[in-house]
């Protein structure tokens, strides 16, 4: 099968397991078989394809294409990707955008990452402000050792530990980023969701547990759908001043930060 071919067949396939961009995942396929990049498919329609049926089968059963990937881009980063941790998405960079902002006048910013998981905006921060220094928690060994993976592979010098993390929050920080987990059931949402891990997807209170732990100068949540209006109450409750809430690039209210 070549190029035009398997990009045709494979498109096909996607769109009938519902899968909402079945032409954008084909070319990463099919552009991660032969080693290119998607733009680099262009010129290559008659390449034979050899390889893609496993790939594909793991996306058309609505495996999220980073974990059949293995890897996944964010920020300047290509972090390894797969079902220990969550993957990383485009409206965490907003995120890392704020969190960025608020210690920009600090020297050696001292940050926490509450939840790291695979280590998305722990590694980003560290890039981008190679003098701060960043611990990330996560209660997840399976997490932990992704991340561990992905600082070693990236040569980003980043602190990870097993904890709590709202005992971690108690510490003293110039910063506690976290994006905690936020929904109360996986009824009715993505099916891509049942292969990402439970414990950072499912739960709730976590924002209120740590406004009120975390001692810090900032505090940066990342919140889902519809939830930033309530979670900025919690921030002002909790005696948070400056309260923001910033939309991703999608106009979706997504950060909710505040400080002391």
Request: no cysteine; hydrophobic share 45%; glycine share 10%.
């Amino acid at each position: 099968m070549n190029v035009r071919e398997a990009l045709a067949d494979a498109e096909r396939r996607l769109a009938a397991a519902g899968v909402e961009t079945p032409r954008v995942d084909a070319e990463w396929l099919v552009a991660h078989v032969l080693g290119t990049t998607r733009s680099g498919l262009a010129g290559r329609g008659g390449d034979d394809v050899d390889g893609l049926e496993p790939l594909l089968a793991r996306r058309e059963a609505r495996e999220p294409l980073a974990y059949v990937l293995g890897e996944w881009g964010f920020r300047r980063l290509t972090l390894k990707t797969d079902a220990r941790a969550l993957v990383p998405r485009p409206e965490t960079e907003t995120v890392v955008e704020r969190v960025l902002a608020l210690v920009a006048a600090i020297e050696r910013p001292r940050i926490l990452d509450v939840g790291v998981g695979s280590g998305a905006i722990a590694l980003a921060l560290k890039d981008e402000r190679p003098d701060a220094r960043v611990v990330g928690v996560d209660i997840a060994p399976d997490a932990l050792a992704l991340a561990r993976e992905n600082a070693e592979r990236l040569g980003l010098d980043v602190e990870l530990r097993e904890q709590d993390g709202v005992e971690a929050a108690r510490e003293g920080w110039d910063l506690v980023v976290a994006n905690p987990p936020y929904v109360e059931s996986l009824d009715g949402l993505q099916a891509e969701l049942q292969f990402e891990p439970e414990v950072a997807l499912i739960g709730t209170g976590v924002h209120e547990r740590l406004a009120r732990a975390a001692d810090a100068h900032y505090l940066v949540f990342e919140v889902g759908d519809g939830q930033a209006a309530e979670v900025g109450e919690i921030l002002v409750t909790a005696g948070w001043r400056d309260v923001r809430i910033t939309p991703d690039l999608t106009g979706t209210d997504r950060v909710v930060e505040g400080a002391r």
